[in-house]
């Protein structure tokens, strides 16, 4: 049938969309790892050595991507940021809350005036960025599958649903709260921030980020006790999105030509909130997801343009808004910290030493190779340092004659390197290769001295070895596996049954709570 053809795109199109979002993300975040490599080097091959054919490819096809729309570097530059505040083709975009607070806090409007475009869509179009672009709101999803096999199972979850609506007084507090820590406090109160923060760190740094914490404490609230309730009552943004889209030009309407059957409930039960477009009473809500309007077993749910005097007015303004020039700057993460002494080169700081001995200060800046395909290098044990000797008596630095070695703990003498003069600038720079991981200690010789002084400086280096790590890779996926099975379970006829019975069971409490009428 045409209409059921017609939601079920309206649906795959909104999981393409969330799913875009992540991708988007993973690949602004990998824009600063191929810009390093651009910069430091312009070419794949150098890639190819350090990290293997496979990112070469992706280098390559990357850059001839890009090429399409202009200059490759430049042209990466056009896609920076996290969705609702980024650069996209040149479009300059910022999340409406973290444009508020920059406002607040600084007194400066520019982030502000470039928000005016997510705010003109709000306002045509309602809480779509909830529905569509939020990347928590497809975690959530994801959740409540997990929670429909759980419920399979047999496992007595509870089904909360909290009345109080805090989301304004959350946004106040935090806007308060930017005036004197800035906007980094967005980090701890939008969960959808913070895992897209996570992901640029772990993407461009490989750490696992802090910041989830937030974020997976949420989800497992909305998977095992109160499914909607931080989207529903506790966002900050899902209320001021909520404020502006009252004249939404896009809405959930009845047609009232059809008739609803007496006891059916289909529509609030799939929502996500529990809102009933039946009753009228889901507008100021409603993120216009269409789950309603694709399950609505009369077809009496649809979504609906309707353009006012006032709305055109607003939808004229908001196209305005989108086309004019966006004036927030960009901020971006160029990748890793340059803490070499050859400017653009990609470095993998290991560690970074200074050490004072009398007369002498010695600092030494260490970097592996561990990036390197091992199968392919000829010395897949190398390590880089730069040394620099500072005369702290004469206040400048010694540029003389110096003998290097390297001691293990056991005394042992395991390299040696010698200099007529400093090799760049300041700088004593070489590529030794070493035994093993371990400690070590670095002694520099001071030829031109009287006396010869001796400076001596310990370090430690981690060299990677070609084992598979089976433990760890087992430690990080297995908690999937049952994840997995229960997405499976929960997707299942018998999952969504009980799911669906566990949500109309809340959305009679709530109605008796409404009532007066005791449980």
């Avoid at 975690?139 to 496992?155: D, S």
């Avoid at 399950?295 to 607003?314: F, G, I, Y």
């Amino acid at each position: 049938m045409k209409w059921r053809r017609r939601d079920v795109a309206a649906q795959a199109l909104r999981r393409v969309t969330q799913l875009g979002v992540f991708v988007f993300v993973i690949y602004a975040a990998m824009g600063g790892v191929w810009r390093n490599y651009k910069v430091a080097h312009n070419s794949s091959r150098a890639v190819e050595m350090m990290e293997g054919e496979g990112w070469a490819a992706a280098y390559r096809l990357n850059e001839s991507a890009l090429a399409l729309l202009g200059e490759p570097y430049e042209a990466s530059l056009q896609f920076l940021g996290m969705p609702w505040a980024a650069t996209i083709g040149g479009l300059e975009t910022v999340d409406p809350i973290l444009g508020l607070s920059m406002a607040v806090s600084t007194g400066g409007l520019s982030l502000f005036l470039g928000a005016l475009g997510t705010i003109g869509l709000a306002v045509l179009f309602g809480k779509v960025f909830c529905s569509h672009i939020c990347p928590m709101r497809l975690l959530f999803e994801v959740g409540q599958t997990i929670r429909g096999g759980l419920l399979w199972l047999g496992a007595p979850l509870p089904h909360l649903r909290p009345r109080p609506r805090l989301g304004g007084w959350i946004l106040l507090g935090g806007l308060l709260a930017s005036m004197s820590a800035g906007i980094v406090v967005w980090f701890f109160i939008l969960p959808y921030v913070a895992v897209v923060a996570a992901i640029f760190l772990g993407v461009t740094a490989g750490l696992a980020s802090g910041l989830l914490v937030i974020p997976v404490m949420w989800w497992w609230i909305d998977v095992l006790v109160a499914p909607g309730t931080f989207c529903r009552n506790i966002c900050p943004q899902g209320f001021l999105l909520g404020m502006l889209g009252r004249l939404s030009l896009l809405k959930v309407r009845a047609i009232a030509s059809k008739t609803c059957p007496p006891n059916c409930h289909t529509c609030s039960l799939v929502c996500p909130y529990g809102l009933s477009p039946r009753a009228g009473t889901h507008t100021h809500d409603c993120d216009n997801c269409g789950q309603c309007v694709a399950s609505c077993p009369e077809r009496r749910l649809t979504r609906r343009v309707r353009l006012p005097v006032l709305n055109s007015l607003v939808l004229a303004l908001g196209i305005g808004l989108a086309a004019a020039p966006a004036i927030a700057e960009a901020h971006h993460n160029k990748g890793l910290p340059h803490y070499g002494y050859y400017e653009n080169y990609p470095q993998v700081p290991v560690e970074e030493h200074i050490v004072v001995d009398g007369r002498w200060e010695m600092g030494a800046t260490l970097f592996n190779f561990q990036g390197m395909d091992r199968r392919q290098a000829t010395t897949p044990n190398d390590v880089k340092l730069f040394v620099y000797v500072y005369d702290l008596q004469l206040d400048t630095n010694y540029t003389g004659r110096a003998e290097f070695e390297f001691v293990d703990d056991e005394g042992d003498r395991v390299g040696s390197f010698y200099r007529d003069k400093v090799d760049v600038e300041m700088i004593y720079a070489t590529r030794e290769t070493m035994p093993a991981t371990g400690d070590y200690t670095l002694v520099a010789r001071l030829l031109d001295i009287d006396g010869q002084p001796e400076v001596r400086i310990r370090f430690h280096i981690e060299l990677s070895t070609d084992a598979v790590p089976w433990v760890l890779l087992l430690a990080l996926t297995g908690p999937l596996v049952p994840l997995f099975v229960l997405v499976l379970l929960g997707r299942s006829r018998r999952g969504r049954s009980r799911r669906l019975k566990s949500q109309l069971k809340a959305d009679v409490a709530e109605i008796a709570a409404h009532r007066g009428i005791p449980s």
